[in-house]
């Protein structure tokens, strides 16, 4: 009989650890961002001032929602943050080195319970919470960005592993022998095709092995992104074209192998490479059906998130804090 | 106090459908077969038939153990066993066509509850429950026979995906446009190289491709298979080595993304080819560790399947009983 909403109605605090900013804000339970702020990550050498400053930007946010009563916890996302060990382990793009236990150090301050993931887990969350894969209980999230990212939710529940770091699936290789990457050391790996910088790097390379007339002959290599590359392409230019083909023929052939290995209702897509539209998204479909075996065919949806870019981080996070 | 041992323990049954024979078996919770026997599969051109001898043959085994008061229920491995609907879909090897509604027609036969699965799922649930991969609650089951099948364990769950068909590790495309594989059309999937057939293809070829003396060019291309490979390199032959190197190289590397997919404790091998111990084993391991990325390096076990074979399908298909 919920004719009316409790007045105090539990709300979610999110933070979205990133390398350059933290955003943060808090969440009422059908994903609204009532309130929301950041500041910079890498100007705090230590944690502890990391931590402080935090809590000081945070507390007039808890203020405007009635206080931290009605605060149930605390969902953080962090690159290479561990869910089991509630630590943040050699994040390389982070100030703070080593192995940050960051769970604790938020709870001593904030004094509520506080959970952590990495950002591309936090980011499924966030999607099965209030987004695209609300009510499934298998689906594959793939954040393309500078990087590739992602996380696995299969029988309704994120699946960690063994050592808290599953999903891992822009490092799985995918051409042997193929592009080198320069943050791990291995050839060939998804992330180095399927992401903005991989977009870039086959441009660069569709320019030099061919002389196809092109309007990104006029760009200097250093200029080069894949914005750029996707307004060529939408100008009509066929290079740029081609390498979105190429770019889709790998990441659809990832994608069925990743419809083999977990066998999802959906594949999720998010970040700054799905604005490319069906640019990417069609040879994409097309490469994933046409790898799969007769019994995944014409069943995985592959649909592209519909949150908003700049709330989606603190709702992913956020959508941690439900469940502690 | 558990001094005295029940007399009547709960028993389950476990049988295993394959192409040529079914297998079955009645099992205790310790994994001891106390009955097991088996008939042919493809002599029984309908199911009907085929249920009604099974159990005509099960009877008398359960009249063994004292009747039917002491089993718990039937667990059934199956090529393209589905767990959620009970049924076995159109299965290319076994002799009846279309869905064959199977746990609906063993439950009215038997009147004892009835769970199916495929192969390999049963395999890992096997592992699981008596076998190598006892107490772990994430790892992945492989089978490397006459093809490649899987098992994967998340959270302490078989991951069944979202139609029950998750798990199909052997048809991942591991060589893009690489071997052709004939029985589904696709190009350079894990199971046209890492499996018996696969190892066969592969010398085959480096026969034609190099002019390598080799123990291997006395045998006609027809008689040539897994086990006379290993023969040869047993017995010092190059070129049968380079085959395992390659094939080492290849499930090496599917391991990889298969850890960077989902973390696993450890990867347990079952089958024919691993009887090639350290020749397969030492390539699959240097190449898997080469790579992962640093986070995954040195933690994950490859072990091989310490279960008798000729238990080891029955022992797998009565583990889905117990959770009956």
């Given at each position: 009989m ?8 539990q ?5 979205d ?5 933290t ?6 339970k059908?994903g609204n961002v009532l ?18 400053d ?9 203020d405007?929602?009635g ?7 605390i ?24 192995i ?8 001593d ?6 959970v952590?993931?990495n950002?591309?887990n936090?980011?499924?969350?966030g ?10 209980k ?7 960005g ?5 996380g696995i ?6 699946v960690?592993?063994?050592?808290g770091?599953a999903g891992?699936l ?31 790097l ?9 002389s196809?007339p ?5 760009i200097?290599?250093d200029?080069l992104?894949?914005?750029k ?17 190429y ?11 990743f419809v ?14 799905t604005?490319?539209?069906?640019l ?6 097309e490469h994933?059906?046409?790898?799969l075996?007769?019994?995944f ?28």
């Open positions: 919920a004719f009316n909403k409790p007045s105090l109605e709300l979610a605090i999110g933070i650890i990133g390398g350059t900013g955003k943060f804000g808090i969440v009422d059908e309130f929301s702020s950041e500041m910079s990550t890498k100007k705090h050498a230590t944690i502890e001032s990391f931590i402080t935090l809590h000081k930007n945070i507390t007039p946010l808890i405007q929602v206080g931290i009563g009605r605060i149930k916890g969902g953080v996302g962090a690159p290479n943050g561990n869910f089991y060990t509630g630590t943040i382990e050699y994040a390389p793009n982070l100030p703070w080195k080593g940050i236990p960051l769970c604790k150090l938020l709870q301050e904030f004094k509520l319970p506080v952590l993931t950002d591309a936090a980011a499924a969350l999607e099965m919470k209030y987004g695209a894969a609300k009510d499934m298998d689906f594959i999230m793939i954040t393309l500078t990087g590739v990212g992602s939710v299969a029988n309704g529940t994120l960690y592993g063994h050592d770091f891992e822009g490092h799985i290789i995918i051409i042997p022998d193929g592009r080198y990457h320069e943050g791990t050391g291995k050839n060939g790996s998804l992330e180095s095709y399927a992401s903005a910088t991989g977009v870039r086959t441009t660069l390379e569709f320019l030099k092995n061919s196809t092109s309007l990104l002959r006029d200097p290599a200029e992104d894949s914005k590359v996707y307004d060529a392409a939408m100008a009509g230019d066929q290079l740029a074209k081609d390498v979105f083909d770019t889709g023929k790998i990441l659809g052939m990832a994608l069925a192998n083999m290995f977990s066998s999802p209702e959906a594949i999720i897509l998010f970040g700054g490479l604005k490319a539209g069906d990417i998204l069609k040879p994409t479909r994933m059906e046409a790898n075996i007769q019994v065919q014409n069943k995985v949806k592959i649909l592209v998130s519909h949150l908003k870019e700049s709330d989606a981080a603190i709702l992913g996070a956020s959508a941690l804090a439900w469940d502690i």
